[in-house]
């Protein structure tokens, strides 16, 4: 892989420690996949940030480096809420370590914004075609398939060393060639809000290795967007998809020879998991504005009778005080920084209702806790009536 002077300079230590090591873990994942040189990136996003996932060998990790970040970087969710994290039942020991887990990260320089969709909450990290180094799985799929933008899924080490870098070796969706579609996807029926969660669900392992563009009756909302992504990501590896004549690069190739359908009646038997739930969970990825809104009208003068918990970023909540009040008034909590899936907070609980295919597929696996699946308004009238539609 070739290197210019300066980066050689910081690759044999000229820079300090910690840049030769990032570079040494950036020259070597290169290597591996056969780039030829690296390019700079616009922003990272690091995973990696929760307590539970990343323990103190993590901390000590970040803690040792000795440098500051060369372009916006913002946080995936920790493991609580950093302020109202008694609220969520957390530990003291817990909060104190994730707490200084955030510290950590800020002394490199590292925004402490802990979300899965900063594209929600900044303009400035990810246009059309720009190189990104972006870590979380569903943020990964937003930025490349929905934006247009260019990001392999990093890992928490090649993350932040992009972050400290600038730059990340050009490679894999970097490539125009990497981003062509090669699985066209027609889904029948007129499919609606988590119906995309359940799609993603069932897509994500039978897209494999491939590219999907996908054929709908009837175009798909952003937030739809990010739920079909999201959920494909955790069932496959699916880091890019193109939906026909709605997302940037769908026109610019030709179309595959390959087509496989998904009936409506598939879709809606991801629905079919039945437990009773003790937990309703929403914002798996973070809730944006269209969201919340949504949420806040479905609360608005009701009262939750079972355990409501909705997450999103700290900064989008600040930004929408009208709609969180209506929430928070239903009894419902709203929590920021975090997730159902990447806190502990959620173990105690026996059955999770979501409207994420994404969380339908990580809370049984990463939390131990059964999970069943409804549509946003099913989530809603479970815990306000109690009882599961
Ligand atoms: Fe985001 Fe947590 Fe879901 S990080 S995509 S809300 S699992």
Redesign the pocket.
């Known amino acids: 892989m070739y290197l210019t002077a300066d980066e050689e300079k910081i690759y044999n230590g000229e820079s300090g420690e910690t840049l030769a090591k990032c570079m040494e873990i950036l020259v070597t994942l290169g290597e591996i996949y056969g780039a030829d040189r690296l390019i700079p990136v616009r922003s990272v996003q690091v995973a990696g940030v929760s307590y539970r996932t990343i323990g103190d060998a993590g901390l000590e990790w970040i803690r040792d480096l000795r440098a500051k970040t060369r372009v916006p970087t913002i946080l995936?969710?920790a493991g609580m809420d950093l302020k109202d994290w008694k609220k969520m039942g957390i530990n003291e020991d817990f909060a104190e370590r994730q707490l200084e887990i955030i510290t950590a990260y800020e002394h490199l320089g590292v925004r402490p914004e802990c979300t899965?969709?900063p594209y929600h909450i900044h303009n400035d990290l990810a246009h059309f075609k720009d190189h990104l180094a972006w870590s979380?799985?569903?943020a990964v799929s937003f930025a490349n398939s929905v934006i247009g933008a260019r990001t392999n899924r990093e890992g928490a080490p090649s993350a932040l060393a992009a972050a400290l870098i600038g730059k990340t070796p050009n490679y894999g969706l970097h490539l125009d060639e990497n981003r062509r579609p090669t699985l066209t996807i027609q889904a029948n029926g007129k499919l609606d809000d988590s119906d995309f969660g359940s799609l993603g669900h069932i897509a994500g392992p039978l897209v494999e290795n491939k590219i999907p563009i996908f054929e709908f009756e009837v175009k798909p909302t952003l937030a739809e967007l990010k739920q079909l992504g999201?959920a494909m990501a955790a069932t496959g590896s699916v880091a890019l998809y193109h939906i026909k004549e709605l997302t940037p690069e769908s026109e610019l190739y030709p179309q595959p020879a390959e087509t496989i359908t998904i009936e409506w009646n598939e879709i809606k038997e991801v629905y079919d998991c039945h437990c009773e739930p003790d937990l309703i969970a929403i914002?798996?990825?973070?809730l944006g504005p269209e969201e919340l809104t949504k949420l806040a009208k479905l609360l608005k003068d009701k009262q939750v009778k079972k355990e409501l918990w909705i997450?999103t970023s700290r900064k989008l909540a600040k930004q929408h005080p009208g709609e969180v009040n209506k929430i928070k008034k239903s009894g419902a909590k709203l929590f920021c920084d975090t997730?159902?899936?990447?806190s502990p907070a959620s173990e105690r609980f026996k059955c999770m209702m979501v409207n994420?295919g994404?969380?339908l597929n990580?809370v049984p696996k990463l939390c131990g806790v059964k999970c069943t699946l409804g549509t946003t308004k099913e989530c809603i009238h479970t815990a306000v009536t109690g009882e599961k539609r």
Do not use: D, L, R
């Open positions: 995936n969710p899965c969709t979380e799985s569903s999201a914002g798996c990825p973070h997450f997730c159902m899936v990447v994420s994404k969380a990580y």
